[in-house]
């Protein structure tokens, strides 16, 4: 039987296996079975630290995944939330383009509701109060648009609001206490109507981004048109026009003044007609409203049975006398056709095409006034005057020259407190 030798682990000497001491340094000798337990001991240990680092691995992935779940959750109720405030947002697009103005305010507000940091519904429906001329509505919006969303749109939206209120402040403050407000919408006798404000309009006029006013007052056989602009908080006259209606030298007359917006041009436009027994006289004007109020274009024809006289801004294109010259059908017509053809024309470069300014009658010319059509969404009626009493387009009952009646189209009293 081979006898077994213990090694020394302090100096590598061989001793017999029952030594319990190095024969050659002393040094006790281990045993054999308290190697394997110190191993075992070790192996427990790497066991149990393993056993911990895959707890901590798995809390961490553990942790991770719920992580990636709670940023999915988020996702997927921010692409929800998203998705419903867009669908609201073309919904009320809708209900705007048609005209619905409460049914989109309803449904902006709904938008608002679902995504308050999103500005683009306040800008919206704060056009729609301006549409509506709720103009401190529209103010008080674009303020909570500003508190929740914030933004540079805001801001410049909030800016030109903001004039809207100031010209309201100033048609209550200082244009009615001034001139008063006038009677509408009667037809009476012209001693009995009371004179002043009858219409006011704002609106970018200059496409500077702040917006203007424009007023129409009546008082004392005038009509007069103002333009105001604000600056720094403040509202300034820019400029203003005087139309005299000479009501007591005719048997009847109308009068309107409208807006019509053309090739990205604003223009004011007056058009005017005088009915006296055996005739009449037509004026048609075209005024740009940037800074002041500009006579552009004025085309003006009297004609009675056997007499014309035609102007294109005050110049004379055409005229007969017939008493004169010897009354000729056809040299009478065909002056009177060209004429009014040129002028008709004339002011197709605002907006009025010819047709609408030209009466036809077989090969008989007439000329007419401007009037607005309400239908063209490019045209704002401003006001309307009347005197006499009209039995039809072209036939007035001679016997009532003195009534007048004035009528407004842009609602002014509901804005007055």
């Known amino acids: 039987m081979e006898e077994k030798n213990r090694i020394c682990p302090a100096c590598g000497a061989e001793n017999p296996e029952d030594n319990r001491f190095c024969e050659a340094c002393g040094c006790e000798l281990q045993s054999e079975a308290a190697a394997p337990a110190e191993e075992s ?92 001329k709720r103009y401190d509505d529209a103010e008080q919006i674009l303020q909570k648009g500003q508190d929740q969303a914030g933004g540079k749109k805001i801001r410049t939206k909030l800016k030109q609001v903001q004039p809207y209120g100031l010209y309201d402040d100033y048609l209550n403050d200082t244009i009615v206490p001034d001139i008063g407000l006038a009677d509408l919408d009667e037809l009476k006798n012209r001693s009995q109507l009371k004179q002043g404000l009858v219409s006011a309009e704002i609106r970018d006029f200059n496409k500077d981004e702040i917006p203007d006013m424009l007023t129409v007052a009546y008082a004392d056989e005038k009509i007069t048109i103002t333009l105001y602009t604000c600056k720094d908080d403040e509202v300034t006259e820019l400029d ?43 004026e048609s004007k075209a005024f740009t409203l940037d800074g002041s109020i500009e006579l552009q274009c004025d085309i003006a024809g009297s004609e009675d049975v056997m007499a014309y006289t035609y102007q294109l801004n005050g110049k004379t294109i055409a005229d007969y006398e017939g008493e004169e010259e010897g009354y000729d059908e056809e040299v009478y017509r065909t002056r009177a056709n060209k004429a009014i053809n040129t002028l008709a024309k004339a002011m197709e470069d605002y907006g009025i095409s010819a047709d609408r300014l030209v009466l036809k009658e077989d090969s008989y010319l007439s000329l007419k006034r401007a009037k607005c059509n ?30 007048f009646r004035m009528e407004d189209k842009t609602d002014v009293r509901s804005r007055i407190k």
Do not use: C, M
Request: net charge negative.
């Open 41 to 132: 001991s070790n192996e427990s240990s790497a066991k149990s630290l393993s056993k911990k680092k895959k707890l901590l691995i798995g809390v961490v992935l553990g942790v991770l995944v719920v992580a990636a779940g709670v940023v999915g959750v988020v996702k997927y109720l921010d692409s929800k939330t998203s998705a419903e405030y867009n669908a609201k947002l073309s919904e009320a697009d809708n209900y705007l383009e048609e005209q619905e103005y409460d049914k989109a305010e309803t449904a902006y507000l709904q938008a608002i509701d679902i995504e308050p940091k999103k500005e683009k519904a306040y800008l919206q429906v704060a056009d729609v109060y301006v549409t509506q």
């Open 240 to 282: 203003s026009v005087e139309e005299k209606l000479y009501l007591s030298d005719v048997e009847a007359s109308k009068v309107d003044i409208f807006l019509n917006e053309y090739e990205d041009q604003i223009y004011l436009i007056q058009g005017q007609e005088f009915l006296y027994i055996d005739g009449g006289y037509r």
């Open 374 to 403: 309400e239908d063209d969404p490019t045209e704002t009626y401003i006001s309307h005057f009347q005197s006499g009493v009209y039995i039809s387009e072209d036939q007035i009952d001679v016997l009532n020259g003195e009534k």
